[in-house]
Antibody, heavy 116, light 113 residues
Framework: EVQLVESGGGLIQPGGSLRLSCAAS????????MNWVRQAPGKGLEWISY????????YYADSVKGRFTISRDNGKNSLYLQMNSLRDEDTAVYYC?????????WGQGTLVTVSS | DIVMTQSPDSLAVSLGERATIKCKSS????????????LGWYQQKPGQPPKLLIY???TRESGVPDRFSGSGSGTDFTLTISSLQAEDVAVYYC?????????FGQGTKLEIK
């Protein structure tokens, strides 16, 4: 069974940093493109970052470029999102998502709340 | 950036009736080299992550009931639920994965009339 389990969310002050993790199981993680998508409370979905299977290609949304860093460790079947210089508007549930042509598996999400 | 616009924002349909949701992209998401539309549809119920329903604009994901269908090409797409069931109450999103930034429609809230 494919599973994606995010962790690392929590309450953080503006300007702070947080590292999210996504533990993958039930599939060959190293062969799949992965993404991070977020959803602010009561709002729609926003794609924020993409990483290819071998980490050679990475993309970011303009809203997080220069502040967030996506990475992966295929040996540990894990995806990461390092978030720096956090702002109030980064408050959201963050989902890790498998795939490029069909985004077929989503984690349950981890809530990040940026507030003083 | 490709802007995805869904209509309507909300929709109330009687049980057993047809529900239709439209999605329009600001530029074509049809990749001519493989003739695929890079367009997906998702269903999201409260407190849950989105669930993939349709990819390549019209390919139903495994396990998705056949009352869900997707159609369209280029810039205009439709998600149809042929006979609405109570469990279909949700917010539905379209998404383009043709080019980054990958973008979603604003969502359509589907309710029972």
């Amino acid at each position: 069974e494919v599973q994606l389990v995010e962790s690392g969310g929590g309450l953080i002050q503006p300007g702070g940093s947080l590292r999210l993790s996504c533990a993958a199981s039930g599939f060959s993680f190293s062969t799949y493109i992965m993404n991070w998508v977020r959803q602010a409370p009561g709002k729609g979905l926003e794609w924020i970052s993409y990483i290819s299977s071998s980490s050679t290609t990475i993309y970011y949304a303009d809203s997080v470029k220069g502040r967030f860093t996506i990475s992966r460790d295929n040996g540990k079947n894990s995806l990461y999102l390092q978030m720096n210089s956090l702002r109030d508007e980064d408050t959201a549930v963050y989902y890790c998502v498998r795939g490029s042509n069909s985004w077929d598996y989503w984690g349950q999400g981890t809530l990040v709340t940026v507030s003083s | 950036d490709i802007v995805m616009t869904q209509s309507p924002d909300s929709l109330a349909v009687s049980l057993g009736e047809r529900a239709t949701i439209k999605c329009k992209s600001s530029q074509s998401v049809l990749y001519s080299s493989n003739n695929n539309n890079y367009l997906g549809w998702y269903q999201q119920k409260p407190g849950q992550p989105p669930k993939l329903l349709i990819y390549w604009a019209s390919t139903r994901e495994s396990g998705v009931p056949d009352r869900f269908s997707g159609s369209g090409s280029g810039t205009d797409f439709t998600l149809t639920i042929s006979s609405l069931q109570a469990e279909d109450v949700a917010v539905y999103y379209c998404q383009q994965y043709y080019s980054t930034p990958y973008t979603f429609g604003q969502g359509t809230k589907l309710e029972i009339k």
